[in-house]
């Protein structure tokens, strides 16, 4: 079973997640950003809050029973990317034996409007088969990996998995980011020809506010090292893709593609404008993958909920919270871009405002 991990001390959750997840031989932290300064005082510099930020996750790391080298992946969001280079030293404190595999993206604001956000995947005995990859449980971890294109990204990518010992094909889940005018579109011309149709990993893919230097497109993600512990799971109302499939285990993991809002099937689209209404329709498209598979929401252990306007925070809480009544799985929430235009089209549909992914548990 599922067990929550609560450290005595540390900030209080700032929505319906846990701060920490314990799932067999992993642990998942949520994002833990830096504490907020007080009313009236002046904010922390920039090292003052990531240490801060890591300080959280330690906790939780250590509540869960284990230590910061056990640490085999994280995510860091950064609400300024000039700080990327300050990051390289801080990071050395908390990880002086090299530390996870990692990703680093810039955000145009998360909750709080805190400046940093790392959240982590936890196990211990990790090996390093190459120096940006950690592997354990039978999935290799993979550091974010770009280019100025989204041909470099990919052929980046394919060194690499190669130098782990692996090819595409070995990849359960990908996270696609692109920014300085790379579209999404660009990217999956050059990233559909690279995955068969019905075979293609799970994604999340999106713009964001800003990439570290050198970047305009990154890619970061986990593979299996055995491929028969690999299985693509589509649900019948979703078409077979080469961008992207619907879910895809790896070993005793599934791994849900980011979902909006849209009906899916004929005339497919997001109908309707509201964070609350378009959040309903996500858990119902994610629903359909756990179901497809003989799962339920009672085992995700990790989700990422990406808004267009932080500003409706609370609006998605309300509803999130309802489909989680047990223990509700950690969580990094952040808003990529600057919020869209809101209008609805000549064909009745809206912008998309906002986005989910899950990682769930077999248990």
């Given at each position: 079973m599922k067990k929550q991990v609560y450290p005595s001390s540390g900030p209080k959750p700032a929505g319906p997640y846990s701060p920490g997840v314990l799932c067999g031989d992993f642990l998942y932290v949520s994002g833990l950003a830096a504490r907020p300064a007080a009313g009236g005082d002046t904010p922390p510099d920039f090292a003052?809050?990531?240490?801060?930020?890591?300080?959280?996750?330690?906790?939780?790391?250590?509540?869960?029973?284990?230590s910061m080298r056990d640490v085999v992946y994280s995510q860091v969001h950064l609400a300024d990317m000039s700080q990327f280079p300050a990051l390289a030293g801080l990071w050395k404190e908390f990880y002086p034996e090299g530390g996870p595999a990692f990703s680093v993206l810039g955000m145009a604001r998360m909750p709080t409007d805190t400046p940093v956000q790392i959240n982590a995947v936890?196990?211990?005995?990790?090996?390093?088969?190459?120096?940006d990859v950690r592997e354990a449980g039978?999935?290799?971890?993979?550091?974010?990996?770009?280019?100025?294109?989204?041909?470099?990204?990919?052929?980046?990518?394919?060194?690499?998995?190669?130098?782990?010992?692996?090819?595409?094909?070995?990849?359960?889940?990908l996270n696609a980011y692109c920014s300085n005018g790379v579209t999404l579109g660009q990217l999956n011309e050059v990233y559909a020809p690279y995955f068969d149709a019905g075979n293609a990993p799970a994604r999340a893919s999106m713009l964001v506010d800003s990439l570290p230097p050198g970047m305009s497109v990154e890619l970061t993600g986990v593979a299996v090292r055995d491929l028969s512990a690999r299985r693509v799971v589509r649900p019948r109302n979703m078409a077979p893709s080469r961008t992207a499939s619907p879910g895809v285990w790896a070993g005793d993991m599934f791994y849900l593609s980011a979902k909006s809002g849209f009906i899916p099937g004929p005339n497919s689209g997001i109908y309707t404008g509201t964070v609350e209404q378009q959040l309903r329709q996500t858990m119902r498209n994610l629903l359909d993958g756990l179901e497809e598979t003989g799962l339920d929401l009672s085992h995700v252990v990790a989700t990422g909920v990406y808004l267009d306007d932080v500003n409706e925070f609370a609006k998605m809480n309300s509803v999130y919270a309802?489909?989680?009544?047990?223990?509700?799985?950690?969580?990094?929430t952040l808003q990529?871009?600057?919020?869209?235009?809101?209008k609805f089209s000549a064909a009745g549909t809206h912008p998309m405002v906002e986005q989910v992914s899950m990682v769930a548990w077999r248990g």
């Open positions: 003052s809050q990531v240490r801060n930020s890591l300080t959280n996750v330690k906790l939780i790391v250590e509540a869960g029973g284990f936890v196990s211990k005995g990790a090996g390093r088969p190459h120096v039978g999935r290799l971890y993979f550091s974010g990996i770009g280019g100025k294109t989204p041909a470099e990204a990919m052929d980046n990518l394919a060194k690499r998995a190669k130098l782990a010992g692996i090819d595409l094909g070995h990849f359960a889940f309802s489909y989680f009544k047990d223990i509700p799985p950690t969580r990094s990529p871009m600057k919020p869209v235009e809101r």
